[in-house]
């Protein structure tokens, strides 16, 4: 077979920028790593082009708003990654958008520029004409691509960080540098999120090692504890530097050890505890390489799930008698976050739950009481979430890191998501969205699962089901044992839901099971 070339539609999801919304930058939603798999099967003659490629926002947004200036420079980084690995074109989606609505794709929003049209100009213009690119990738979180223009060199750098970098880096004398909507600037020995283009006539090789051997005020290790257990943990390290690197570990609870970190990646270490963990109580552990110490720590906290014994898919809560029901009935509980000041949701009549969980040696069990004042059921499989409906989901392992040391997002290995609702037929439907790998054949709608929905009047509705545990393997009821869970509830007042009110984020505006709450076998 032989392939001429591709032309994917390469989005990056989520991505809707604005209050509440947690969109995920290009580096964390892995589209060098699409462009790198698409340039492997075109080979390198073959044509990599980005057909359909853009971002929502927040259409109320103020043209300078901070959200929207953060949205232009990661365009911007796309469109440099993409011309840096041999990409054709990019077609943005969408040019203009002045239709109605609460998000748009637009560059343009009622005839106004927004500032992502500034910076895709700016790289278009000042990579004209640019070809032969070099990749430098001097630690992990920074990025330097080196082109070549006549008998000029041209650069940009930036690194993916939240806050700006200090760098060793010395340009060249005859450096001009621009910023992120082509303006001339100074280079003042730091680097950011926005990024900057250098034109010099240095040598496309020299300036690539002045880049790659400069010093770059970036801790070199970052990393977030998992608690497994109460007596065991597992240290999620990434390793920034370029190189590999030997560490040690040590910490009041931990015996000190010599782990090996690779270069680039994340290194999973299980640690043994000398004593449990409390509830309250927060651990640390330290990472000592090339002389320097890093501290990672947790505050330890989880919800109890008890065994339940008898439990029916009643009206009444048959089996419950003992389960303290968690309340969502305030503020605090919506997402996105300006819920209650937009006029959104209205108070514990408008929407509020009673969540009861529990577990026996065959299921899992989940009780939803829902209170709300108008009710939406519209849809069926795919589309069940976008209607008046519960949606969750689980971390089985409890082994998601947070967006801090990689992308965010279910893996294949042990995350879940489920869908439950009345569904447009008037039938109770559990819908799976996401599975392990190894449980594919039980995505898409779920019947024979046991399952009711109650009318209880006074605008209530209790929400039943029993899962069994291979519906949420490698989960299973081991005592000690902790894993993720978050719930939320769509709210559809007339249009689609709007808003939705939760155990925590994580479901809804990125999918996130690092921040899904954590449960603990009784």
């Given at each position: 077979d032989v392939i001429d070339g591709i032309g994917p539609d390469a989005h990056v999801t989520p991505c809707t920028y604005g209050s509440g919304y947690r969109p995920v930058s290009e580096e964390k939603g892995f589209f060098r790593e699409m462009l790198l798999e698409g340039r492997k099967m075109v080979g390198p003659d073959g044509i990599l082009s980005i057909e359909e490629k853009g971002y929502v926002c927040v259409s109320s947004l103020p043209m300078d708003d901070p959200a929207l200036m953060r949205l232009a420079a990661v365009m911007q980084r796309g469109v440099v990654m993409a011309k840096g690995h041999g990409c054709l074109r990019w077609v943005p989606h969408y040019a203009v958008a002045n239709q109605p609505g609460l998000t748009d794709y637009g560059m343009w929003r009622l005839g106004n520029p927004r500032p992502m049209i500034g910076s895709y100009a700016a790289a278009a213009r000042l990579l004209a004409h640019a070809a032969a690119p070099l990749e430098v990738l001097p630690m992990s979180g920074i990025y330097c691509y080196l082109f070549e223009r006549g008998e000029q060199t041209v650069a940009v750098l930036w690194t993916s960080e939240e806050k700006p970098l200090q760098t060793t880096l010395q340009?060249?004398?005859?450096?001009?540098?621009?910023?992120?909507?082509?303006?001339?600037?100074?280079?003042?020995?730091?680097?950011?999120?926005?990024?900057?283009?250098?034109?010099?006539?240095?040598?496309?090789?020299?300036?690539?090692?002045?880049?790659?051997?400069?010093?770059?005020?970036?801790?070199?290790?970052?990393?977030?504890?998992?608690?497994?257990?109460?007596?065991?943990?597992?240290?999620?390290?990434?390793?920034?530097?370029?190189?590999?690197?030997?560490?040690?570990?040590?910490?009041?609870?931990?015996?000190?050890?010599?782990?090996?970190?690779?270069?680039?990646k994340i290194s999973r270490i299980e640690l043994q505890l000398n004593t449990p963990l409390q509830p309250g109580e927060q651990l640390r552990v330290d990472a000592t390489a090339d002389g320097q110490t890093y501290s990672f720590s947790a505050d330890v906290s989880w919800t109890i799930l008890k065994r339940v014994t008898g439990v029916k898919t009643d009206a009444v809560l048959t089996g419950f008698e003992a389960v303290e029901?968690?309340?969502?009935?305030?503020?605090?509980?919506?997402?996105?976050?300006?819920?209650?000041?937009?006029?959104?949701?209205?108070?514990?009549?408008?929407?509020s739950l009673k969540v009861y969980l529990g577990y026996d040696d065959e299921f899992f069990h989940l009780a939803v009481e829902v209170r709300d004042d108008y009710?939406?059921?519209?849809?069926?499989?795919?589309?069940?979430?976008?209607?008046?409906?519960?949606?969750?989901?689980?971390?089985?392992?409890?082994?998601?890191?947070?967006?801090?040391?990689?992308?965010?997002?279910?893996?294949?290995?042990?995350?879940?998501?489920?869908?439950?609702?009345?569904?447009?037929?008037?039938?109770?439907?559990?819908?799976?969205?996401?599975?392990?790998?190894?449980?594919?054949?039980?995505?898409?709608?779920?019947?024979?699962?046991?399952?009711?929905?109650?009318?209880?009047?006074?605008?209530?509705?209790?929400?039943?089901?029993?899962?069994?545990?291979?519906?949420?393997?490698?989960?299973?009821?081991?005592?000690?044992?902790?894993?993720?869970?978050?719930?939320?509830?769509?709210?559809?007042?007339?249009?689609?839901?709007?808003?939705?009110?939760?155990?925590?984020?994580?479901?809804?505006?990125?999918?996130?099971?690092?921040?899904?709450?954590?449960?603990?076998?009784?």
């Open positions: 340009l060249p004398d005859d450096s001009r540098v621009y910023n992120l909507f082509g303006s001339r600037c100074q280079f003042n020995g730091s680097i950011s999120e926005f990024p900057l283009f250098i034109e010099t006539g240095m040598a496309k090789a020299s300036l690539a090692e002045r880049v790659a051997t400069a010093k770059y005020s970036l801790s070199v290790l970052a990393g977030e504890l998992l608690v497994q257990r109460p007596d065991l943990v597992q240290l999620a390290v990434l390793n920034k530097a370029g190189t590999e690197l030997m560490a040690r570990l040590s910490g009041d609870k931990i015996q000190a050890r010599e782990v090996h970190l690779e270069a680039g029901p968690i309340l969502l009935d305030s503020a605090s509980n919506l997402l996105p976050y300006d819920a209650l000041a937009n006029g959104l949701w209205t108070g514990v009549d408008d929407l009710r939406r059921f519209r849809q069926i499989g795919n589309n069940l979430w976008n209607q008046d409906a519960l949606q969750f989901g689980f971390d089985a392992n409890n082994d998601a890191v947070s967006g801090k040391l990689a992308s965010t997002g279910y893996d294949d290995d042990n995350d879940w998501e489920y869908a439950f609702a009345v569904n447009k037929n008037g039938k109770p439907e559990l819908y799976c969205y996401t599975s392990p790998q190894h449980s594919s054949e039980l995505r898409g709608s779920r019947s024979e699962y046991p399952m009711q929905i109650h009318d209880l009047g006074d605008n209530r509705m209790l929400y039943r089901l029993a899962l069994p545990w291979k519906a949420l393997a490698p989960l299973r009821p081991e005592k000690g044992r902790v894993f993720g869970f978050n719930l939320i509830f769509f709210d559809d007042d007339g249009g689609g839901p709007l808003y939705e009110m939760g155990l925590s984020s994580g479901i809804s505006g990125g999918k996130n099971p690092s921040a899904f709450r954590k449960f603990m076998f009784e």
